[in-house]
């Protein structure tokens, strides 16, 4: 084992230790949808997130403000990154570095501010925020993250968010109640298709109170569905309908189109 | 009005595409050549990946060429004999670039690859259809009878043996370079993405004498057999042909070939040579500018695995 997969597994059991005790609060939440559906018309789309947080007996009396991270991660793919430079006059690809696993979609939503909300270590251990969500890279021979302000790192969070894929809103989630919750999850024309983790962390002082997860899915359905299964499944029979397709097209055209 | 493609994964205003098929239909309809050149580099810019890019537009240009070839066979344009020769040739060349695609891509750098080849392709060939076709013009203005080198001027390549006469075109050439020629045109097509009419129009002006008068459909029945074996193997090997896409870019398409074709025939031969010379020359010069001016972001992302 490395040293760095031996941090990652502290790391781990670090999280899992710290949600466990004082179950003084409970969050409920739920998206507007579980299903979407990518349909021919299809062009982005903004989900909205509710919640609640249920206090009890246990909740400490003079609590009164809580602060709220809403993380949503798209299906996960393997990305290269690479670095063009000059070489005998002309720009080319020298250096490349690997992404593993990463969400192909990504976006982080709170309350405010998240150096506000918690110390750098902590923000670090939650992963609050861009900088500090694990985006595991192929180093050699081992897989870990960098530090923040590696150049392949934020190339790589700048332009997934440059296409929408990738986002920071510290601003997004609003108390309509001291205890209500809402905010919007934009979704962008050219989004990843598969399952979606939304994460809820509910901080207090400081410090993780509880933390709930949901979950929505992005399918697309009928005609997609079925030109990108077969595609995929039949590659000799779609080859071949889409050659007649190009004949019959080519065909009919010059048939509407004949003058002599 | 946006319509999301299924394979590219992305919504995109279907005018935009019925537009660029149409003109790049009619170019490809007025010089005979299927204009892979011109769309895929068009459809990268719109944002579908190379790869899907490169892959739909196969299936673009055997419909453009098919109605294209239509309407030449009609007008009695087309050499069979040739096409059929050119064909054999074709169909190897295809086989073979295919594998060497594939070769490159493991080996990285397919990108600069191609836009390289792009480069010394289209600037080259571009350069010397241009200058050419200029020198054709300037002669012409200044009253000199256009000379017509093709009966008696021969070249090395008429001395190779295995002779056939390719009575349409009124020629007598060695089937070799016929072959050579179709093996070339294949296996560039399938290695670039393209459907390599820019380079095999020229070829077989200049190198085997096929008149102007059935040298575009002769051309466009090659450019279809390739581009048709081009998308099966796209389909089979990579899944990655966007049959939506490929019908939108097919209507118009068809379309603006059927006004290019009578285009075409309006102008001049020589001054088809100087305007197709500049177009092909202007999209190697585009890509060499974008070869050494500093790109605006160095980096790029692309994904390796999809983690289904």
């Known amino acids: 084992m490395t040293p760095f997969r031996l941090a990652s597994l502290a790391l781990l059991l670090l999280l899992g230790a710290g949600a466990e005790p004082a179950h003084a609060e409970r969050l409920i939440a739920s998206v507007s949808n579980h299903r979407v559906t990518v349909t021919p018309n299809y062009a982005g789309e903004e ?21 709220l991270v809403v993380t949503v991660r798209g299906p996960r793919a393997d990305m290269v990154t690479r670095r063009k430079e000059r070489r005998f006059g002309i720009w080319i690809n020298t250096d490349a570095r690997q992404f593993l696993k990463v969400p192909g979609y990504l976006a982080l939503f709170a309350n405010r501010p998240f150096d506000a909300m918690a110390a750098p270590e902590v923000q670090r251990r939650q992963q609050l925020g861009l900088n500090n969500v694990l985006l595991t890279q192929r180093v050699g021979p081992d897989y870990a993250d960098v530090v923040p302000n590696d150049a392949f790192r934020s190339a790589f969070v700048r332009l997934q968010s440059q296409h929408g894929l990738y986002r920071e809103d510290t601003s997004a989630v609003t108390f309509l109640t001291p205890t209500l919750f ?18 809820i962390k509910l901080l207090a002082d400081g410090t993780l109170v509880t933390k709930t997860e949901t979950a929505f899915e992005i399918v697309k359905v009928g005609f997609e569905q079925f030109v990108a299964t077969n595609a995929r499944q039949n590659g000799f029979v779609y080859g071949l309908v889409t050659t007649a397709m190009a004949l019959m097209t080519g065909w009919m055209a010059s048939i509407v189109f004949r003058r002599d | 009005m946006q319509i999301y493609l299924p394979i590219a994964d992305l919504p995109v205003n279907i005018f935009l595409l019925l537009a660029m098929g149409a003109a790049v239909g009619f170019v490809s309809g007025m010089f005979g050549i299927g204009g892979g050149f ?17 892959a739909s537009v196969s299936s673009h240009i055997a419909a453009s060429s098919f109605s294209g070839a239509l309407s030449y066979w009609r ?11 050119l064909m054999i040739g074709g169909t190897l060349g295809t086989a073979l670039g295919v594998a060497t695609f594939t070769l490159l891509r493991s080996l990285g750098q397919l990108d600069l690859m ?9 600037t080259s060939v571009g350069g010397v259809m241009f200058w050419e076709g200029l020198r054709a013009m300037i002669r012409a203005r200044q009253g000199a009878v256009a000379t017509v080198r093709r009966p008696g001027s021969h070249v090395w390549v008429h001395g190779l043996p295995l002779k056939m006469r390719f009575k349409r075109s009124k020629i007598y050439v060695s089937v070799i370079p016929v072959i050579g020629i179709g093996l070339l045109i294949g296996f560039l097509g399938a290695v670039m993405g393209i459907g390599g009419g820019f380079i095999l129009v020229p070829l077989l002006i200049y190198l085997l004498r096929v008149p102007t008068s059935t040298v575009i459909g002769t051309s466009m029945v090659l450019t279809l057999a390739t581009m048709m074996i081009a998308t099966m193997l796209h389909a089979l090997s990579n899944h990655l042909v966007d049959a939506v896409l490929a019908l939108i870019l097919m209507i118009g398409g068809v379309t603006g070939a059927q006004f290019g074709a009578r285009a075409g025939q309006m102008i001049r031969g020589e001054q088809l040579r100087l305007l197709l010379g500049l177009l092909i020359l202007a999209v190697g010069i585009r890509f060499a500018i974008e070869l050494v001016i500093k790109p605006d972001d160095l980096f790029t992302i692309r994904e390796t695995e999809v983690g289904r």
Do not use: C
């Open chain 1, 182 to 199: 809402r905010t919007g999850i934009p979704l962008p024309a050219a989004v990843p298709i598969g399952t979606y983790e939304v994460e």
């Open chain 2, 38 to 54: 011109l769309m895929t580099p068009l459809l990268i810019f719109v944002g579908i990946t190379p790869a899907v890019a490169v």
């Open chain 2, 75 to 85: 007008r009695r344009a087309i050499d069979p004999s040739l096409a059929l020769v």
């Open chain 1, 47 to 67: 989900l909205v997130l509710f919640g609640s947080v249920e206090k009890d007996a246990q909740t400490p009396p003079g609590r009164t403000t809580y602060d």
């Open chain 2, 114 to 122: 191609i836009a390289l080849s792009y480069v010394v392709l289209l």
